[in-house]
């Protein structure tokens, strides 16, 4: 398998641009000093949030198929300079796993919801993966809340996503869970119970330091999508992109100043995306596969507090 081949894919993307509380992440599976589990009810769906720090507010919306603890080695720093507010997603985690309300606009509503519950006219969101295409939203739709934003190696579904090949030319990676994630049903049946190889499988083939995923992380969001309702309710965001697509159709440029993080395989794409969806935008590579938090915290937490900061 050509590994290169997994973020040039990525970032052509880019380019082209039930209720409870999981087990993994109880307050007494994810804990992390300093910070507080808290929920609140808005646009009618529960969410599962997790705060510490002072200073501005600093949202984190986390991607598939993980948790708010995606950003758990880097929270501590950010923390000395912002409010942190770590979200569990609609369907993810701790949050509630509604019927629908998968697309990002929807989803970026809700997000708009709780900082207003929070108390805050606005304030500066980061996010990654799935997290990422609702920041974007967040920011296109509530250009008055949003202070500054963050893109971490996704943007916003459009047109591009119609054109992604279910079979690549050899040597190519397949983003074959894009159309596994819309069968319905189907995956609920195979994965309840062995989520753990999909996710063993995604950061052997997708990360270029997998160790950086280590085993309380797996086993935490093995944990938190283990379930038929999580899987069902983490495949909603992808079957949700039809809507997402013509959604993003309506959105003019970002206002917000903007920063693209990309894997170093895929920062040219993602520097040559962001001029059409942003008007003031900065970019940097990490030296890192998809998951930038986990395998290189200090790095995005520097990015990030230089940027917000």
């Not at 109880?26 to 769906?45: D, W």
């Not at 697309?103 to 997290?131: C, F, P, R, S």
């Not at 996710?199 to 995923?213: G, K, R, V």
């Not at 693209?260 to 596969?289: E, R």
């Given at each position: 398998?050509?590994?290169?081949?997994?973020?040039?894919?990525?970032?052509?993307?880019?380019?082209?641009?039930?209720?409870?509380?999981?087990?993994?992440?109880?307050?007494?599976?994810?804990?992390?000093?300093?910070?507080?589990?808290?929920?609140?009810?808005?646009?009618?769906?529960?969410?599962?949030?997790?705060?510490?720090?002072?200073?501005?507010?600093?949202?984190?919306?986390?991607?598939?198929?993980?948790?708010?603890?995606?950003?758990?080695?880097?929270?501590?720093?950010?923390?000395?300079?912002?409010?942190?507010?770590?979200?569990?997603?609609?369907?993810?985690?701790?949050?509630?796993?509604?019927?629908?309300?998968?697309?990002?606009?929807?989803?970026?509503?809700?997000?708009?919801?709780?900082?207003?519950?929070?108390?805050?006219?606005?304030?500066?969101?980061?996010?990654?993966?799935?997290?990422?295409?609702?920041?974007?939203?967040?920011?296109?739709?509530?250009?008055?809340?949003?202070?500054?934003?963050?893109?971490?190696?996704?943007?916003?579904?459009?047109?591009?996503?119609?054109?992604?090949?279910?079979?690549?030319?050899?040597?190519?990676?397949?983003?074959?869970?894009?159309?596994?994630?819309?069968?319905?049903?189907?995956?609920?049946?195979?994965?309840?119970?062995?989520?753990?190889?999909?996710?063993?499988?995604?950061?052997?083939?997708?990360?270029?330091?997998?160790?950086?995923?280590?085993?309380?992380?797996?086993?935490?969001?093995?944990?938190?999508?283990?379930?038929?309702?999580?899987?069902?309710?983490?495949?909603?965001?992808?079957?949700?992109?039809?809507?997402?697509?013509?959604?993003?159709?309506?959105?003019?440029?970002?206002?917000?100043?903007?920063?693209?993080?990309?894997?170093?395989l895929s920062h040219d794409q993602m520097a040559a995306a962001l001029p059409n969806v942003a008007t003031t935008f900065k970019t940097v590579a990490i030296n890192a596969g998809h998951w930038l938090a986990e395998e290189k915290p200090d790095d995005v937490a520097r990015e990030l507090t230089e940027?917000?900061?």
């Amino acid at each position: 398998m050509n590994r290169r081949g997994v973020f040039a894919l990525s970032a052509a993307l880019a380019a082209t641009a039930g209720t409870g509380i999981a087990a993994a992440d109880s307050e007494h599976e994810a804990e992390l000093p300093g910070f507080r589990h808290n929920y609140a009810r808005v646009n009618g769906v529960r969410l599962h949030y997790v705060t510490g720090g002072r200073g501005e507010p600093l949202v984190l919306l986390p991607g598939w198929p993980q948790t708010w603890w995606e950003f758990h080695r880097i929270m501590p720093a950010l923390a000395t300079r912002f409010r942190v507010i770590a979200v569990d997603l609609r369907g993810m985690g701790g949050s509630e796993k509604p019927q629908g309300g998968f697309d990002k606009k929807t989803m970026a509503t809700d997000i708009h919801e709780l900082v207003k519950k929070l108390g805050y006219a606005n304030v500066n969101v980061a996010g990654h993966d799935i997290g990422s295409q609702v920041a974007f939203s967040f920011a296109a739709n509530f250009p008055d809340a949003t202070r500054k934003v963050a893109l971490m190696d996704v943007l916003h579904p459009d047109e591009g996503y119609y054109h992604i090949p279910l079979l690549p030319p050899p040597g190519q990676f397949s983003l074959w869970w894009f159309a596994f994630n819309q069968v319905q049903t189907l995956p609920e049946q195979l994965l309840a119970g062995r989520f753990r190889f999909l996710l063993d499988w995604l950061f052997a083939n997708t990360a270029l330091n997998p160790d950086a995923l280590d085993e309380r992380s797996r086993s935490i969001y093995a944990r938190a999508y283990d379930t038929p309702e999580a899987i069902r309710a983490g495949n909603g965001w992808y079957k949700a992109f039809h809507q997402d697509i013509a959604d993003g159709k309506t959105y003019a440029k970002l206002t917000p100043p903007v920063l693209g993080l990309a894997s170093v395989l895929s920062h040219d794409q993602m520097a040559a995306a962001l001029p059409n969806v942003a008007t003031t935008f900065k970019t940097v590579a990490i030296n890192a596969g998809h998951w930038l938090a986990e395998e290189k915290p200090d790095d995005v937490a520097r990015e990030l507090t230089e940027f917000f900061g």
